[in-house]
C-alpha cells in the first residue's frame, strides 16, 4: 500500500452577493458561491450579514440550484409548429408543439406582428402582462415599460395581489410604510391579521419569537388553520370577508371603554369624531358582530381590550402584521383602511414595536418615471397616454373587450396581441375559463417570456427564454424591511436566456425606435432608479451598494436613536398631513354572498400553497414533496362533508356558475370531532399548475375555474376570497 497521501483538488470558487427576487415581502440577501473553473453556481446560502434575513433561507430558495439548473428550463426561443392548435398541454409534450427558432427571427416575426397589429387595429390592441415573477426595479419595470409605452400599447393596471390594501395604505397614511420587522421584538402583542407569517414571511418569524419569549402574546386571525395559527397563542377562526366588522367591534370595545389615546388622536388623526359616531353604533357591537363573523363576543372584547391596554399593561406596544389576504374579497379595501385606522386610535406608534406593517414598498424612493418613462407615450402613434386595462378582467379583455356597444366610450379595439412576462396568467387570473377562451383564440398573437413551460406557455404563439435572479443583475427594495440592495449577476445566462432589459431594447430596435433610453445599459438604469431628491436615499448609490450588498433607507430618528413611523404628524403624507379617519369604513356583505348564498353556500378559499411562490416552484419535484399534504385536495370541515354524505378521501365535484373542479375530499375526525384547519361553511384548495393535474378530472382546470373577476370597493383588485361553491361527491360512470 503506497505511503503517498492523495490530495483531493479543491475548485476554486468567487462568492457573489444576490437578492431572491421572488414575490416575498422578505426580499433575501443571498450569497451565491459559483465554481470559477466551470462557471457553475454550486451554492445558495443567506447572507449573515443583512440585519433582517439573517443568513437562512425559506424552504423554497434553499433548493434554488435546482431550479436554475433543472432539466425542463426553458432556454431557447421556441415557435408554435405550423397547424397546432393553442390548448392545455401535459407536462413531457411541450416540444412537440414548439420548434426552436433563433433570436433573431423570434424578434423579427414578434416586431412584424405587432407592427401589422397595431397598423390594422391601432396599438392599444396589444396588451402587455406581467406582474411580480420578480421584484427588481429593472425586472419589475423598466425597459419593458418604455418599449409598450413607446408603441402606444394599452397600459395594465396592476391589481391583482396588493392594490385594495395599498390604496387603504395610502388612503389612511398617505405613504406605503409601517412598523420595521426588527421592532416587532419589542412588541407585547402581535397581531397576525390574515398573515400566515411562517408560510410566506419566515423572517419575520424570528423577531416575533424574541417577543414571545419576553411574555408576548400571538394572536392569529385567519379563516384558516395557517402554520402560523398552529403556532400562535390564540387563533380566531374568522369567518372570510368579515375582517372589516371585527375591526369596527374592535373600536367599538375600545372607544365605549375609553381606551383611545386621546391625546394622539388630537395631534395626528383627522375625522375622530365622525368615526367614533360610526363606530359606536350597535351594528358595531361585539354581541352583534359575533354572528357575522363567527368570532365569539366576548373574544372580540377581550382582544380589544388586550390590544388597548398592551402598553400600560406589559410595558410594551401592540403591532399588527397584516397581510394581502383580507383584502382579496369584495370589501376588501375597506377593512383593510379599518385595520389601518386601530394603531391611530390607541397610539402604538409612538413606542418603538408597536403600530402596523402591510408594506414598506412606498418607502424606497426609486424614480420610477426615469425607469419606466410613462412620456414616450406622447411619442407613440397615438400621441396621448393609452387606454388602462385591469388585469384582474383579463378574461373580459380577451373575450368582450371591443364589442361593446361605441357609446359607452371606454371600450377602445379588441385585445389582437397578448405578451406575457413576470406573470403565468392562465394559473393565477381569476375567471380562468374566460381567460382560457381568449387565449386559445386563433386570432391573438401571444408572445410569452418565462423560465419554465407554464400553463401559459401552452397557449403561445412564440416563446421566449427568461433568466433566473442568477442570470441578471438588478437593484430592489422590498415590502417587507427597509434596506435597498443590489442584485449581483452570479452566473451567464444558460442558453440563450435574455432579461428583461435585453429583451425589450432589442424588440425596441426590430420596430424602428430611435429614442436614445433604448441603448440604457443595465448599470444606468441602476443609476436612475437610484436618481432620487429623497433624503431617504442620502448616502445610496450604485457604488456604494455593490461594495455593501445592502444600505438602510435613511429614515428620520429622534432623541432616542429610533426611527419610529408615524409617531408624530411629520411622517403622513395624507392631504391634511394627519392619519385619515375618514370616510368612515363600513362593513357591506360581499354581492356574490346575499346573490348566490341559497345555490352556492360554502364559502371557498383558493389557498396559496406554502411552498410555492404563488405557481412559481409548482412544477418542481421537491417542493411538490414538501406540499404532498395538499396535492389534489378540498379541505372540508365535517359538519359540512357529513350532510353531504362525503367521507375522507371521496372524490368530489366544487362548483359554482363559473365553472367546475374535481378533488379529493380531505376531512379530518378524531374522536368524532374535527380536527381540520377550516371551519363550518368554509372549503379550501391550494393554487397549483392547471397541467400538474390538480383538477382529478382532467379538464387542465385549477382553483381560478371557480373565482370571479369582480373588483374590490377600492384599489380595482381581485376577489379571489369572495367566492361561493357547492361540493357534491362526484358521481362514477360504469
Same mark, same amino acid.
Given at each position: 500500500?503506497?505511503?503517498?497521501?492523495?490530495?483531493?483538488?479543491?475548485?476554486?470558487?468567487?462568492?457573489?452577493?444576490?437578492v431572491?427576487s421572488?414575490?416575498?415581502? $422578505?426580499?433575501c440577501? #443571498?450569497?451565491i458561491t459559483?465554481?470559477?473553473?466551470?462557471k457553475?453556481?454550486i451554492? @445558495?446560502?443567506?447572507?449573515?450579514?443583512?440585519?433582517?434575513?439573517?443568513?437562512?433561507?425559506?424552504?423554497?430558495v434553499?433548493?434554488y440550484l435546482d !431550479?436554475v439548473?433543472?432539466p425542463d428550463?426553458?432556454l431557447?426561443p421556441?415557435?408554435?409548429?405550423?397547424?397546432?392548435?393553442k390548448?392545455a398541454?401535459?407536462q413531457?409534450?411541450?416540444?412537440?408543439?414548439?420548434e426552436?427558432?433563433?433570436?433573431?427571427?423570434?424578434l423579427?416575426?414578434?416586431?412584424?406582428?405587432?407592427q401589422?397589429?397595431?397598423?390594422e387595429?391601432?396599438?392599444e390592441?396589444?396588451?402587455?402582462?406581467s406582474?411580480?415573477?420578480?421584484?427588481?426595479?429593472?425586472?419589475?419595470?423598466?425597459?419593458?415599460r418604455?418599449?409598450?409605452?413607446r408603441?402606444?400599447?394599452?397600459q395594465l393596471?396592476?391589481?391583482?395581489?396588493?392594490?385594495?390594501?395599498?390604496?387603504?395604505l395610502?388612503?389612511?397614511?398617505?405613504?406605503?410604510?409601517?412598523?420595521p420587522?426588527?421592532?416587532?421584538?419589542?412588541?407585547?402583542?402581535?397581531?397576525?391579521w390574515?398573515?400566515?407569517?411562517?408560510?410566506?414571511n419566515i423572517?419575520?418569524?424570528p423577531?416575533?419569537?424574541?417577543?414571545?419569549?419576553?411574555g408576548?402574546?400571538?394572536?392569529?386571525?385567519?379563516?384558516?388553520?395557517?402554520r402560523?395559527?398552529?403556532?400562535?397563542?390564540?387563533?380566531?377562526?374568522?369567518?372570510?370577508g368579515?375582517?372589516g366588522?371585527?375591526?369596527?367591534?374592535?373600536m367599538?370595545?375600545?372607544?365605549?371603554?375609553?381606551l383611545?389615546?386621546?391625546?394622539?388622536?388630537a395631534?395626528?388623526?383627522q375625522g375622530f369624531?365622525?368615526?367614533r359616531?360610526?363606530?359606536?353604533?350597535p351594528?358595531?357591537?361585539?354581541?352583534?358582530?359575533?354572528?357575522t363573523?363567527g368570532?365569539?363576543?366576548?373574544a372580540?372584547?377581550?382582544?380589544?381590550?388586550?390590544?388597548?391596554?398592551?402598553?400600560?399593561?406589559?410595558g410594551?406596544?401592540?403591532?399588527?402584521?397584516?397581510?394581502?389576504g383580507?383584502?382579496?374579497?369584495e370589501?376588501g379595501?375597506?377593512?383593510?383602511?379599518?385595520i389601518?385606522?386601530?394603531? =391611530?386610535?390607541?397610539?402604538?406608534?409612538?413606542?418603538r414595536?408597536?403600530?402596523?406593517q402591510?408594506?414598506?414598498?412606498?418607502?424606497?424612493?426609486?424614480n420610477?418615471?426615469?425607469?419606466? *418613462?410613462p412620456?414616450?407615450?406622447?411619442?407613440?402613434?397615438?400621441q396621448?397616454?393609452?387606454?388602462?386595462?385591469?388585469?384582474?378582467?383579463?378574461?373580459?379583455?380577451?373575450?368582450?373587450?371591443g364589442?361593446?356597444p361605441a357609446?359607452?366610450g371606454?371600450?377602445?379595439?379588441?385585445?389582437?396581441a397578448?405578451?406575457?412576462?413576470?406573470s403565468?396568467?392562465?394559473a393565477?387570473?381569476?375567471?380562468?375559463?374566460?381567460?382560457l377562451?381568449?387565449? *386559445?383564440?386563433?386570432?391573438?398573437?401571444?408572445?410569452?417570456?418565462?423560465q419554465?413551460?407554464?400553463?401559459?406557455a401552452?397557449?403561445?404563439d412564440?416563446?421566449?427564454p427568461?433568466?433566473t435572479?442568477?442570470?441578471?443583475k $438588478?437593484?430592489?427594495?422590498?415590502?417587507?424591511?427597509l434596506?435597498?440592495q #443590489?442584485?449581483?449577476?452570479?452566473?451567464?445566462p444558460?442558453?440563450?436566456?435574455?432579461n428583461? #432589459?435585453?429583451l425589450?431594447?432589442?424588440?425596441a430596435?426590430?420596430?424602428?425606435?430611435?429614442?436614445a433610453?433604448?441603448?440604457?445599459s443595465?448599470?444606468?438604469?441602476?443609476?436612475?432608479? =437610484?436618481?432620487s431628491?429623497?433624503q431617504?436615499f442620502?448616502? @445610496?448609490?450604485?457604488?456604494?451598494?455593490e461594495?455593501e450588498?445592502?444600505?438602510?433607507?435613511?429614515?428620520p430618528?429622534? !432623541?432616542?436613536?429610533?426611527s419610529?413611523?408615524?409617531?408624530d404628524?411629520?411622517?403622513?403624507?395624507?392631504?391634511?398631513g394627519?392619519?385619515?379617519l375618514?370616510?368612515v369604513?363600513?362593513?357591506?356583505?360581499?354581492r356574490e354572498?346575499?346573490?348566490?348564498?341559497?345555490?352556492y353556500p360554502?364559502?371557498?378559499?383558493?389557498r396559496k400553497a406554502?411552498?410555492y411562490m404563488?405557481?412559481?416552484?409548482?412544477?418542481h419535484?421537491?417542493?411538490?414533496r414538501?406540499?404532498?399534504?395538499?396535492a389534489? @385536495?378540498?379541505?372540508?370541515?365535517?359538519a359540512d362533508?357529513?350532510?353531504?354524505?362525503?367521507v375522507?378521501?371521496d372524490?368530489?365535484?366544487?362548483f359554482?356558475?363559473?365553472g367546475?373542479?374535481?378533488?379529493?375530499?380531505?376531512?379530518?375526525v378524531?374522536?368524532?370531532?374535527?380536527?381540520g384547519?377550516?371551519?363550518?361553511? #368554509?372549503v379550501a384548495? *391550494?393554487?397549483?399548475?392547471?397541467?400538474?393535474?390538480g383538477?382529478?378530472?382532467?379538464?387542465?382546470?385549477n382553483v381560478?375555474?371557480?373565482t370571479?373577476?369582480?373588483?374590490?370597493?377600492?384599489?380595482g383588485?381581485?376577489?379571489?376570497?369572495?367566492?361561493?361553491v357547492?361540493?357534491?361527491?362526484a358521481?362514477? !360512470?360504469?
Amino acid at each position: 500500500m503506497s505511503n503517498i497521501p492523495v490530495i483531493l483538488a479543491v475548485p476554486a470558487t468567487k462568492v457573489v452577493h444576490a437578492v431572491c427576487s421572488h414575490d416575498c415581502p $422578505d426580499s433575501c440577501s #443571498v450569497l451565491i458561491t459559483v465554481d470559477t473553473e466551470t462557471k457553475r453556481a454550486i451554492k @445558495i446560502q443567506g447572507d449573515p450579514t443583512h440585519p433582517v434575513t439573517r443568513g437562512f433561507l425559506c424552504g423554497k430558495v434553499a433548493k434554488y440550484l435546482d !431550479h436554475v439548473y433543472s432539466p425542463d428550463r426553458l432556454l431557447y426561443p421556441m415557435r408554435r409548429k405550423l397547424g397546432i392548435r393553442k390548448g392545455a398541454l401535459k407536462q413531457g409534450r411541450e416540444h412537440e408543439v414548439f420548434e426552436r427558432i433563433s433570436w433573431d427571427e423570434a424578434l423579427d416575426h414578434i416586431a412584424s406582428r405587432l407592427q401589422s397589429i397595431s397598423n390594422e387595429f391601432g396599438p392599444e390592441s396589444i396588451l402587455p402582462y406581467s406582474y411580480a415573477g420578480t421584484i427588481g426595479q429593472l425586472g419589475y419595470g423598466s425597459m419593458d415599460r418604455r418599449f409598450f409605452h413607446r408603441l402606444g400599447a394599452s397600459q395594465l393596471d396592476r391589481t391583482i395581489c396588493a392594490s385594495a390594501g395599498g390604496a387603504a395604505l395610502l388612503s389612511v397614511y398617505g405613504i406605503k410604510l409601517g412598523t420595521p420587522p426588527q421592532d416587532f421584538a419589542h412588541a407585547g402583542l402581535i397581531i397576525a391579521w390574515g398573515a400566515n407569517i411562517h408560510g410566506n414571511n419566515i423572517h419575520l418569524w424570528p423577531f416575533i419569537e424574541d417577543a414571545r419569549r419576553a411574555g408576548a402574546k400571538l394572536v392569529v386571525i385567519d379563516p384558516y388553520r395557517t402554520r402560523t395559527a398552529a403556532l400562535a397563542d390564540e387563533h380566531l377562526a374568522i369567518n372570510p370577508g368579515t375582517d372589516g366588522l371585527l375591526a369596527l367591534a374592535m373600536m367599538h370595545v375600545i372607544l365605549r371603554d375609553g381606551l383611545e389615546d386621546q391625546q394622539y388622536i388630537a395631534a395626528n388623526t383627522q375625522g375622530f369624531e365622525a368615526l367614533r359616531e360610526h363606530a359606536l353604533q350597535p351594528q358595531h357591537a361585539p354581541e352583534a358582530a359575533a354572528g357575522t363573523t363567527g368570532i365569539d363576543a366576548d373574544a372580540i372584547t377581550r382582544l380589544a381590550r388586550a390590544y388597548a391596554t398592551c402598553q400600560c399593561s406589559t410595558g410594551n406596544p401592540a403591532v399588527i402584521r397584516l397581510n394581502y389576504g383580507i383584502q382579496r374579497s369584495e370589501n376588501g379595501g375597506t377593512a383593510a383602511r379599518a385595520i389601518c385606522m386601530l394603531p =391611530l386610535l390607541i397610539g402604538a406608534w409612538q413606542h418603538r414595536g408597536g403600530g402596523l406593517q402591510l408594506s414598506t414598498s412606498g418607502s424606497f424612493p426609486f424614480n420610477s418615471e426615469a425607469l419606466q *418613462r410613462p412620456d414616450l407615450m406622447h411619442a407613440s402613434p397615438l400621441q396621448r397616454a393609452a387606454r388602462i386595462v385591469n388585469m384582474s378582467e383579463l378574461g373580459q379583455a380577451l373575450t368582450t373587450l371591443g364589442k361593446a356597444p361605441a357609446n359607452l366610450g371606454t371600450d377602445g379595439p379588441p385585445v389582437k396581441a397578448l405578451f406575457v412576462y413576470n406573470s403565468n396568467a392562465a394559473a393565477v387570473a381569476p375567471n380562468q375559463n374566460d381567460v382560457l377562451r381568449g387565449l *386559445r383564440r386563433d386570432d391573438l398573437f401571444t408572445v410569452v417570456h418565462e423560465q419554465f413551460f407554464t400553463d401559459t406557455a401552452d397557449y403561445a404563439d412564440i416563446l421566449l427564454p427568461a433568466p433566473t435572479f442568477f442570470e441578471t443583475k $438588478d437593484v430592489q427594495g422590498a415590502y417587507g424591511h427597509l434596506f435597498v440592495q #443590489v442584485s449581483e449577476q452570479a452566473i451567464a445566462p444558460l442558453g440563450e436566456v435574455r432579461n428583461n #432589459v435585453a429583451l425589450f431594447s432589442a424588440l425596441a430596435k426590430r420596430m424602428g425606435f430611435q429614442d436614445a433610453c433604448f441603448d440604457d445599459s443595465v448599470d444606468h438604469l441602476i443609476d436612475q432608479a =437610484l436618481d432620487s431628491q429623497s433624503q431617504w436615499f442620502t448616502g @445610496i448609490d450604485r457604488t456604494s451598494l455593490e461594495r455593501e450588498g445592502h444600505i438602510p433607507l435613511q429614515l428620520p430618528i429622534n !432623541h432616542n436613536g429610533d426611527s419610529l413611523p408615524f409617531s408624530d404628524a411629520s411622517w403622513f403624507r395624507t392631504p391634511s398631513g394627519k392619519g385619515e379617519l375618514t370616510p368612515v369604513p363600513d362593513f357591506v356583505a360581499p354581492r356574490e354572498s346575499r346573490a348566490h348564498a341559497n345555490a352556492y353556500p360554502l364559502e371557498f378559499l383558493p389557498r396559496k400553497a406554502d411552498n410555492y411562490m404563488n405557481s412559481t416552484f409548482a412544477n418542481h419535484a421537491g417542493h411538490q414533496r414538501m406540499e404532498a399534504r395538499t396535492a389534489g @385536495i378540498l379541505e372540508m370541515n365535517v359538519a359540512d362533508a357529513a350532510p353531504r354524505g362525503i367521507v375522507n378521501g371521496d372524490e368530489v365535484d366544487i362548483f359554482n356558475a363559473r365553472g367546475r373542479i374535481r378533488l379529493h375530499a380531505h376531512v379530518s375526525v378524531v374522536n368524532g370531532q374535527d380536527a381540520g384547519r377550516v371551519g363550518a361553511g #368554509v372549503v379550501a384548495a *391550494r393554487l397549483d399548475w392547471s397541467k400538474l393535474g390538480g383538477d382529478l378530472s382532467g379538464a387542465g382546470a385549477n382553483v381560478n375555474a371557480l373565482t370571479s373577476e369582480t373588483l374590490t370597493d377600492i384599489g380595482g383588485g381581485a376577489t379571489f376570497y369572495s367566492t361561493l361553491v357547492e361540493v357534491r361527491k362526484a358521481e362514477r !360512470h360504469a
